[in-house]
């Protein structure tokens, strides 16, 4: 039988390797889930001014961004906010290590995840959102590779960008043993992504570009284009010019 003093090691051990993997040091973890459990559930305008007020303490925020009760956070140092920024309910922000960045004015609708777990120390692991920009309901952004969102970009609910892919060439060895790969994605200005769009690793979508519900993205997408379908292909080109039937219906 193991003795108790391999037991109490394993225990420390298991105790550490958690608190690193939720926070850069024990007394952050400590001052961060103290913070939280104080008045992260807080509802209602007392809530919230709380914690514009509080928050400051563990992040770098700039100017008033709001948190409605019930989000969760990890790595609060690393969760850098512009001012006007919006984070819903249900929302989870996991920071490590290079951390998530929302621009000016952006928000962040219920239930999203914007996720940068890194155990594997990935040397581009981040997410960062430009100004005016929308990241809707249930949408999952996994940044392992990194994801840049420009400005203006709107996601509809339950899109999903995930920078990161599995390695599975070798059929003598496991998909989990073959590693991973990170390459990134890029989302210029003013794009439009519909619900449950999925945008695959190593993809950039052009500015001004339109990405159909439920496409799944696994190539560039040009500027000002339409794509949609599985896999995407681009629809159409965005020319400025009206159909007539179009133009007929905004009459009425």
Same mark, same amino acid.
């Given at each position: 039988?193991?003795?108790?003093? !391999? #037991?109490?090691?394993?225990?420390?051990?298991?105790?550490? =390797?958690?608190?690193?993997?939720?926070?850069?040091?024990?007394?952050?973890?400590?001052?961060?889930?103290? =913070?939280?459990? =104080? @008045?992260?559930?807080?509802?209602?305008?007392?809530?919230?001014?709380?914690?514009?007020?509080?928050?400051?303490?563990?992040?770098?925020?700039?100017?008033?961004?709001?948190?409605? !009760?019930?989000?969760?956070?990890?790595?609060?140092? !690393?969760?850098?906010?512009?001012?006007?920024?919006?984070?819903?309910?249900?929302?989870?922000? $996991?920071? +490590?290590?290079?951390? /998530?960045?929302?621009?000016?004015?952006?928000?962040?609708?219920?239930?999203? /995840?914007? $996720?940068?777990?890194?155990?594997?120390?990935? *040397? $581009?692991?981040? @997410?960062?959102?430009?100004?005016? #920009?929308?990241?809707?309901?249930? +949408?999952? =952004?996994?940044?392992?590779?990194? @994801?840049?969102?420009?400005?203006?970009?709107?996601?509809?609910?339950?899109?999903?960008?995930?920078?990161? !892919?599995?390695?599975?060439?070798?059929?003598?060895?496991?998909?989990?043993?073959?590693?991973?790969?990170? &390459?990134?994605?890029?989302? &210029?200005?003013?794009?439009?992504?519909?619900?449950?769009?999925?945008?695959?690793?190593?993809?950039?979508?052009?500015?001004?570009?339109?990405?159909?519900?439920?496409?799944?993205?696994?190539?560039?997408? *040009?500027? $000002?284009?339409?794509?949609?379908?599985?896999?995407?292909?681009? @629809?159409?080109?965005?020319?400025?010019?009206?159909?007539?039937?179009?133009?007929?219906?905004?009459?009425?």
């Amino acid at each position: 039988m193991p003795s108790n003093s !391999n #037991s109490d090691d394993n225990l420390i051990a298991g105790l550490d =390797l958690y608190v690193r993997r939720q926070a850069s040091s024990w007394w952050r973890y400590t001052l961060e889930q103290v =913070l939280f459990s =104080l @008045i992260g559930w807080v509802p209602t305008l007392v809530g919230i001014a709380l914690r514009v007020v509080l928050y400051r303490l563990v992040m770098p925020i700039r100017g008033v961004s709001i948190f409605e !009760n019930g989000v969760r956070i990890r790595f609060a140092n !690393n969760v850098h906010l512009g001012s006007g920024v919006y984070i819903d309910q249900a929302c989870y922000l $996991h920071a +490590c290590p290079q951390g /998530i960045w929302i621009g000016d004015n952006s928000f962040v609708m219920h239930g999203a /995840i914007l $996720h940068v777990y890194n155990f594997r120390n990935l *040397p $581009h692991a981040f @997410i960062r959102i430009g100004r005016d #920009s929308l990241i809707g309901e249930y +949408c999952i =952004l996994r940044g392992q590779g990194g @994801i840049s969102i420009g400005d203006r970009v709107y996601l509809a609910p339950q899109v999903q960008m995930l920078a990161v !892919n599995h390695v599975f060439e070798n059929p003598e060895i496991p998909i989990i043993e073959q590693g991973i790969t990170c &390459e990134g994605i890029t989302v &210029e200005d003013d794009v439009w992504i519909g619900a449950g769009a999925v945008i695959t690793d190593g993809v950039t979508v052009g500015r001004g570009a339109v990405i159909a519900a439920g496409a799944v993205v696994t190539k560039d997408v *040009p500027a $000002h284009t339409v794509v949609g379908g599985i896999p995407a292909r681009v @629809i159409k080109e965005i020319d400025g010019v009206r159909s007539d039937a179009s133009k007929q219906s905004r009459r009425y």
